[in-house]
Each structure stands twice: as C-alpha cells, then as structure tokens.
C-alpha cells in the first residue's frame, strides 16, 4: 500500500535531516580530534606546538600577502595565529587556492564569439560611449572580462517573487527546443510541483531539459524521490558539489548561488529568486518576502544561456547540438542596452561582480539606491559608499525588517553608524525580508541578480546577474524602490544608540568571522 503524501514528505525530512546531522557530527568530531592533539602537543610535545606556532606565523604572512580583501584575510589571520592546529588544517581543507580542482570543475574554456557577434559588441560600445559616456567605462571593463554589451533586448522588471516565479513558469510552458535551469535552492512545494510538471512533461515532447542545482541549499528541501522523477522523465540533472560525498566538503563555501533560466534561447530569467514556495509568499517565514528578478527577450538572452552552458560543461555534462542551436533567433527592437555578468571563486581577487558594484557606486553623480538582504563588506566598497554619499549623492541601502539570519544582521548592523556618519541612509523593510539584490544609480543604470553585498557573493560563490542601460525597466526598478522605502523605517543615530551593549559588541566580532556567515 502506498504512504500517504503527508507521511512520505515527513520521512523524507527526517532522512534529509538526518543525512545533515551524521555529516555535521563527522565533522565535529574531526575538529574535536584537531582541538585534542593540539592540546597535547601544547603539554606534552612543547617543541612540536612552537613548530606549529612558527608553521601558522609562516602562513599567516602568506595569507596576508594575497591580493584580496584584507577583512576576509584577517579572518583567516585571527584563527591560524590563535588555534594554529585547528586554524591550519582548516585553512587546508577550506581555503584552497585552486576551488575549481576542489569543486572537480573543468577548466573554463572561453566560447569564441563569431566575428560578427564580436563586431557588434564592438558597435554597442561605441554607441553606448555616445549616449552614456558616464557609463562606457563600466559597460568597456565588462567587455574585458568576456561580458558582451547586447542591444535589440526588451528587458522586463518584475517586481516581487511572485511575479518572478509565475511569470518564468508561464514563458517555461511554451519551450519547443530546450529548458536551462541554474538555481541555489530547489524545494519540494506548490512552485516545485508546477515546475516539476512542466519540465517532466516536455522533456517527454522531446524538449533538451537540463537542470543544476546546489547541493548544500537543497538538501534539507529536495528529496532525492523529486529528482529521480524529473530523470525517468529524461531531465538531465547535475548537483553542484555534493556535501555526502566528504566530510570535509561540508563548507558552506564555493556554492552554486546562480538564479538562471533560459527557454529557446529567446528568453532568459535572473534574479533573487529560488524555486521554493516562500519566495512567492506562497507560505510564510520571515514576513513578507520582497524578492525581484529580470525577464530578457532577444539578444541579450544569449548571456545567460552562454553562461549556463559554460557551467554545464565545466560540471562534465555534454550539450545536443552546437552553440549556435542555442542562441536567440528573434531580435526585437528595443531602447537601452544590457549586460549579463557572471561570477566565481575562479576570478578571485579580481572579482567582476564587487568590481562592478564599486563601478556604480563611485561614477554616481546624484543617486545610488541598493537592495541587499546581507552586508558584509570590505574597506574599499565601505569607503566608496561613504565617499559617494560625501559628495552629495544621495545613497540609500535597503535592507529587511525581518532578517533570515540573525549573526548575519548583526554584522550588517556594525557597519550602520558609519555609514550614516557620512549620510548613507539605511531603510529597513518594516514587513519583512528584502531578499532581492538591486542597484539604481542615477535613474540611468540598473543592476539585477543573484549577488548580496558580503563576502561570499564576491569572493566564495558562483554568481550572476544583469546590468542595464537606459531600458525603461529602469523607471520601474525606481518605482519599486520607492514604493519598498514607503514601506520602511529610515535608520536613525537614536535607533543605534539604542542597540542593548551585546548586540553592539557580537556584531563588531562577527565581523571579523563574516566570510563564514
């Protein structure tokens, strides 16, 4: 007799979780070893633990003197000099300098655009440069870092969850060639069920559907019974770096943090984001959840769909036909021009998404408006916020009422009296979670994707997102962010001053430790 749907989604949880707890009890145990040898070597083997205590002084230099941010390597500083037992073998097993050869990705391997292709992002450029010049320089960088400009886009802005979800699932409904889907978290729900649908029953017509998903934002959400469905179907199926496969893989660093969908190459969907119900305030967890995202037509899909089947193959998995099957055969006239970015561990420390944000914020000449659900930043995006708001642009941070993660908010809150020092106003979304990860600035440029303002969105994940230029998406971004200021509380001095000691005191020391948050 078959389990009722109730009993068997328990049982899959309880398995899920169980499958976390044995992993997380591995690993406390490898630390409790690590914690007891060091101990002995410190009573009993004197000379060994000096070793260790030079060993750690050795690496710490070394950690100093990578490029990259000096709070994330401070961090790592702070642990190896104070426990060089535990700090060093966490160093090794944490913060390789090759994450690709950890992650057992392939190499990327640049796609060669057709000349034509490449003359025309040449001529984007050369337009943009005489319609913007303010803006050439972000749109020529991106260029170089292999991000081609794209016109001929109609570029749609949709403004919460809801309306990203249903709309994706709509256009998902219509595919006739293939489905590609990159998302950090996949989770059994009312969205899971409909897109399950979908993708199994025109996989089955004969569709190309694949799919990737992170391991470590799935796992305690997608039973291993959902995926089994969409391969029966004949749904191609990659997890991204799978937690069960090592103990020492459990590190919540170098995840797949992407939002990706692409259909006929035609269209194509980023944004903040996942497939789970709460997303779409379909249930309820932290208030109401502000998400967003971005809907392209025409050329500009080709980006996403580019960069999909790039992590595709780098991940081993192999495509049906040549690339040029997959790109947009419909090239709708359109104002503006776009950009998709894309981001990873790879680039560290020349990281084009952080590049791209202090890009933003620092040609700023009147207003910077950003949504970010975290904050956890490094000296030069600190100080070019507050230099920006010191020379009279107006930025705004938008940040949630109702935080997801309580040690991350804190950290967020040990960066607000200085930036409101400087005249950076903070809003906090009285209703709930901001999850949606925005920039405006000066009602000319726009920024929508997966990328949050801390460390693991600009040095420890993969991500992505879109950048556009003189779209009229852009006059609906700034009617969303001033409809969500509306609906939040500015931050003020008083508010701060307010704050009980040990909120204070926790934030300034988690701050140090943020890249782990």
């Given at each position: 007799?078959?389990?009722?749907?109730?009993?068997?989604r328990?049982?899959?949880?309880?398995?899920?979780a169980?499958?976390?707890v044995m992993v997380?009890?591995?690993?406390?145990?490898?630390?409790?070893l690590?914690?007891?040898l060091?101990?002995?070597?410190?009573?009993?083997?004197?000379l060994?633990?000096t070793?260790?205590?030079?060993l750690?002084g050795?690496v710490?230099?070394?950690?100093?003197?990578?490029?990259?941010?000096?709070?994330?390597k401070?961090?790592?500083?702070?642990?190896?000099?104070?426990?060089?037992?535990?700090?060093l073998?966490l160093?090794?097993?944490?913060n390789?300098d090759r994450p690709?050869?950890?992650?057992?990705?392939?190499?990327?391997?640049p796609i060669e655009?057709?000349?034509?292709?490449?003359?025309?992002?040449?001529?984007?450029?050369?337009?943009?440069?005489?319609?913007a010049?303010?803006?050439y320089?972000?749109?020529?960088?991106?260029?170089?870092?292999?991000?081609?400009?794209?016109r001929?886009?109609?570029?749609?802005?949709?403004?919460?969850?809801?309306?990203?979800?249903d709309?994706?699932?709509?256009?998902?409904?219509?595919?006739?060639?293939?489905i590609?889907?990159?998302?950090?978290i996949m989770?059994?729900?009312q969205?899971?069920?409909r897109?399950s649908?979908?993708l199994?029953r025109k996989?089955?017509?004969?569709?190309e559907?694949?799919?990737?998903f992170d391991?470590f934002?799935?796992?305690?959400?997608?039973?291993?019974?959902?995926?089994?469905?969409?391969?029966?179907?004949g749904?191609e199926?990659k997890?991204?770096?799978p937690?069960?496969?090592y103990?020492n893989?459990?590190?919540?660093?170098?995840?797949?943090?992407?939002?990706?969908?692409?259909v006929?190459g035609?269209?194509a969907?980023?944004?903040g984001?996942?497939?789970?119900?709460?997303?779409?305030?379909?249930i309820?967890r932290?208030?109401y959840?502000?998400?967003?995202?971005v809907?392209?037509?025409?050329?500009?899909?080709?980006?996403?769909?580019?960069?999909?089947?790039?992590?595709?193959?780098?991940?081993?998995?192999?495509?049906?036909?040549?690339?040029?099957?997959?790109r947009p055969?419909?090239?709708?006239?359109?104002q503006?021009?776009?950009?998709?970015?894309?981001?990873?561990?790879d680039?560290?420390?020349?990281?084009?998404a952080?590049?791209?944000f202090?890009?933003?914020?620092?040609?700023?000449r009147?207003t910077v408006y950003?949504?970010?659900?975290?904050?956890a930043?490094d000296?030069?995006m600190l100080?070019?916020?507050?230099?920006?708001?010191?020379?009279?642009?107006?930025?705004r941070?938008?940040?949630?009422g109702?935080?997801?993660?309580?040690f991350?908010?804190l950290?967020?809150?040990?960066y607000?009296?200085?930036?409101?020092?400087h005249?950076?106003?903070?809003?906090?979304?009285?209703?709930?979670?901001?999850?949606?990860?925005t920039?405006?600035?000066?009602r000319?440029?726009?920024?929508a994707g997966?990328v949050?303002m801390?460390?693991?969105?600009?040095?420890?994940?993969?991500?992505?997102?879109?950048?556009f230029?003189?779209?009229?998406?852009?006059?609906?971004l700034?009617?969303?962010?001033?409809?969500?200021?509306?609906?939040?509380?500015?931050?003020?001095?008083?508010?701060?001053a307010?704050r009980?000691?040990?909120?204070?005191v926790?934030?300034?020391?988690?701050?140090?430790?943020?890249?782990?948050m």
């Amino acid at each position: 007799m078959r389990k009722p749907k109730v009993q068997q989604r328990t049982e899959r949880r309880i398995s899920a979780a169980l499958r976390l707890v044995m992993v997380a009890v591995l690993l406390l145990a490898q630390i409790a070893l690590v914690v007891g040898l060091s101990d002995l070597l410190k009573q009993r083997m004197a000379l060994a633990y000096t070793v260790l205590q030079l060993l750690a002084g050795v690496v710490a230099m070394r950690i100093w003197a990578r490029p990259g941010a000096t709070s994330y390597k401070m961090g790592w500083i702070i642990l190896v000099l104070f426990v060089p037992v535990v700090g060093l073998i966490l160093y090794l097993l944490w913060n390789g300098d090759r994450p690709s050869k950890r992650l057992s990705l392939k190499k990327p391997v640049p796609i060669e655009e057709p000349l034509a292709q490449q003359e025309l992002a040449r001529t984007n450029l050369e337009k943009l440069r005489q319609t913007a010049p303010q803006w050439y320089p972000v749109a020529a960088y991106l260029d170089r870092k292999g991000f081609p400009l794209y016109r001929n886009t109609q570029l749609h802005y949709l403004p919460t969850g809801e309306a990203y979800l249903d709309d994706m699932l709509t256009v998902l409904d219509t595919a006739q060639r293939f489905i590609f889907i990159e998302y950090f978290i996949m989770a059994e729900g009312q969205i899971w069920d409909r897109l399950s649908e979908i993708l199994c029953r025109k996989s089955r017509q004969g569709v190309e559907v694949k799919l990737i998903f992170d391991d470590f934002g799935s796992m305690m959400r997608m039973p291993n019974e959902k995926v089994e469905e969409l391969q029966d179907a004949g749904v191609e199926v990659k997890v991204f770096n799978p937690v069960h496969h090592y103990v020492n893989r459990l590190y919540f660093n170098y995840r797949d943090h992407r939002k990706i969908t692409c259909v006929d190459g035609d269209v194509a969907y980023t944004g903040g984001a996942n497939i789970a119900d709460e997303y779409a305030n379909l249930i309820e967890r932290f208030g109401y959840w502000k998400d967003c995202g971005v809907r392209l037509e025409g050329e500009g899909a080709w980006g996403l769909t580019r960069e999909f089947l790039q992590m595709w193959e780098r991940m081993g998995g192999g495509v049906q036909h040549e690339y040029d099957y997959y790109r947009p055969l419909h090239h709708p006239a359109a104002q503006g021009f776009c950009q998709t970015v894309v981001d990873g561990p790879d680039d560290n420390p020349n990281n084009a998404a952080e590049d791209l944000f202090l890009q933003l914020i620092s040609r700023a000449r009147h207003t910077v408006y950003i949504t970010t659900p975290y904050l956890a930043i490094d000296e030069p995006m600190l100080k070019a916020l507050c230099l920006a708001a010191d020379s009279g642009v107006d930025v705004r941070l938008i940040m949630p009422g109702i935080p997801d993660h309580k040690f991350a908010y804190l950290v967020a809150e040990s960066y607000f009296s200085e930036l409101m020092e400087h005249h950076v106003k903070i809003y906090t979304f009285t209703p709930g979670l901001i999850h949606g990860k925005t920039v405006l600035a000066d009602r000319e440029v726009g920024f929508a994707g997966s990328v949050n303002m801390d460390y693991r969105s600009f040095q420890l994940h993969f991500e992505c997102g879109e950048v556009f230029y003189g779209v009229p998406a852009i006059e609906a971004l700034l009617e969303d962010m001033d409809n969500t200021m509306s609906r939040s509380a500015l931050m003020t001095p008083e508010r701060m001053a307010q704050r009980p000691v040990w909120r204070r005191v926790m934030g300034t020391v988690l701050r140090l430790f943020a890249m782990w948050m």
